[in-house]
């Protein structure tokens, strides 16, 4: 047998230059810097187009059509506002005060076990506003002159019985651990405008305190740990150590990042299946780029003193809120896409007790801060691309517990949106005479979870991630758009 020539002739051919070769070569590649710059950009944007095709399914994008938001602001109420109190009042509480509730309402089980405990009635003051005529408590005046550009949906419903996960539940569309938030969903599909800033940023009212079930809530389960939601903490500082020391020049801080991004992929070549490795060198270097960046975008000095009372920053009632509302609005002006912003965080609208004091002070250190932002957004030109969303992680129930307070409800809750391809100024969906269960026009949190996608142009049926051989979608293969909601 004729051994095999190791070295055949190939027939010459000569295959005409690309463009991308041509940029390459010509003028020794200068040409091709300013297009691995863009194409850096996109990649970032396009980073779930290599999971996008599974078996049995279409291959196409999952940004299906014409965007109507290109940023969200998730307001979490954390701990659970209560709808009959705020947004949807119930004459029947007030009719049955002191007395268990009537047999013809479904029982459901409540955390402290006081479903049977006697009808707490509401003390609020109810007014109908704007053109659309929203019914809002006197708990509320800001946001009720803003009632024209708000959705307001009164059907909402989740799993989750406790905070952690409920929260969990909210952010992530499981009421278990381990699954990506939808801000990393966003970021992993759709990128950042801006590379000097994170695309997903968390903000937090009360800095020292934990909200319920922790980082998970802004994580990236089992994606790219790249993807998560960076925090940013309120008061004069945001982001810690933000800037080098006067000692060391950019030069030097250059060579350091080196370093350190040469020691990591040295120690990543041998876990490439580790991604919180690469999350961590992708830290450095946009912390390095946030250096130049994010001073001024977290600068509220910059701010005319109209705006900072329009916020409330000048009163130390509405301060901490307020900052973290106007530092949402300079960040979604800069091109992040997902802001979530937590008011009272660690569960402090949790109003087992003494609701006319817990609500009364949270709406107080809030409601001037949401309304501000939602003027100021509209007033910038921004509300039509910015996707406002309001609301807790349940609500609570009409029976009281401890003689003053409600208990958790998550069979019927009240939640708004705003912007970005919003339909203004609607009331959607009820819940029973009493407020406890959702009767029509249910949304769950798959439903609230597809329609934020859709109105950044998603659909959430293809936007999926490959997870041991399972696609993975953010609403965990459940939840429909609510067209009713859309603009």
Not at 42 to 60: L, T
Not at 300 to 312: I, P, Q
Request: aromatic fraction near 6%.
């Amino acid at each position: 047998m004729t051994p095999r020539d190791p070295s055949p002739i190939v027939p010459h051919s000569t295959t005409p230059l690309s463009r991308r070769d041509w940029l390459l070569q010509a003028a020794g590649g200068f040409g091709a810097l300013p297009l691995l710059d863009l194409l850096a950009r996109e990649s970032n944007a396009g980073a779930a187009a290599a999971n996008v095709a599974i078996p049995g399914a279409p291959a196409s994008a999952p940004w299906t059509h014409e965007p109507k938001a290109k940023s969200v602001i998730f307001l979490f109420m954390e701990g659970g506002p209560s709808q009959m109190d705020l947004f949807d009042p119930k004459p029947l509480l007030n009719e049955l005060a002191g007395k268990p509730i009537p047999a013809s309402f479904k029982p459901v089980i409540t955390p402290m076990g006081e479903f049977y405990s006697p009808i707490l009635p509401s003390k609020r003051k109810w007014k109908r506003h704007g053109e659309s005529g929203a019914w809002v408590s006197d708990w509320l005046p800001h946001t009720a002159e803003c009632v024209d550009d708000l959705a307001i949906i009164r059907s909402c419903w989740a799993d989750g019985l406790n905070h952690v996960n409920g929260v969990c539940q909210m952010n992530t569309g499981s009421t278990r651990s381990g699954r990506p938030s939808l801000g990393s969903w966003v970021s992993y599909g759709l990128g950042t405008e801006n590379q000097d800033l994170p695309g997903y940023v968390v903000l937090q009212d009360y800095p020292k305190s934990l909200v319920a079930g922790g980082p998970r809530n802004w994580g990236t389960g089992f994606m790219p740990a790249l993807y998560q939601g960076t925090r940013i903490n309120s008061g004069d500082e945001p982001i810690a150590h933000l800037r080098p020391p006067s000692t060391i020049d950019d030069a030097r801080q250059r060579a350091k990042l080196g370093l350190l991004e040469r020691l990591n992929r040295r120690h990543q070549d041998a876990r490439p299946d580790q991604t919180e490795l690469d999350a961590r060198i992708k830290s450095y270097e946009l912390a390095f780029r946030m250096q130049a960046e994010a001073p001024e975008a977290v600068d509220l000095a910059r701010e005319s003193a109209e705006t900072l009372a329009l916020y409330g920053v000048d009163d130390p009632v509405t301060e901490s809120m307020g900052r973290n509302c106007l530092l949402a609005r300079r960040l979604v002006e800069r091109g992040v896409r997902f802001v979530q912003l937590y008011c009272g965080a660690g569960s402090k609208w949790d109003a087992h007790q003494d609701i006319e004091g817990n609500h009364g002070k949270n709406c107080l250190a809030s409601d001037k801060p949401v309304a501000g932002l939602l003027k100021d957004l509209k007033r910038r030109g921004l509300l039509d691309s910015t996707l406002v969303v309001w609301g807790g992680e349940f609500g609570r129930t009409p029976m009281s517990e401890k003689g003053d307070g409600r208990d958790h409800n998550a069979n019927g809750f009240t939640m708004w949106m705003a912007g970005g391809g919003i339909k203004p100024g609607i009331t959607l969906g009820k819940t029973d005479e009493a407020g406890l269960h959702a009767i029509e026009d249910r949304l769950h949190v798959h439903d609230l979870h597809a329609t934020i996608l859709h109105c950044l142009g998603a659909d959430h049926t293809r936007l999926i991630y490959r997870h041991q051989g399972r696609p993975e979608r953010p609403t965990v293969n459940e939840g429909q758009v609510c067209t009713k909601l859309l603009a």
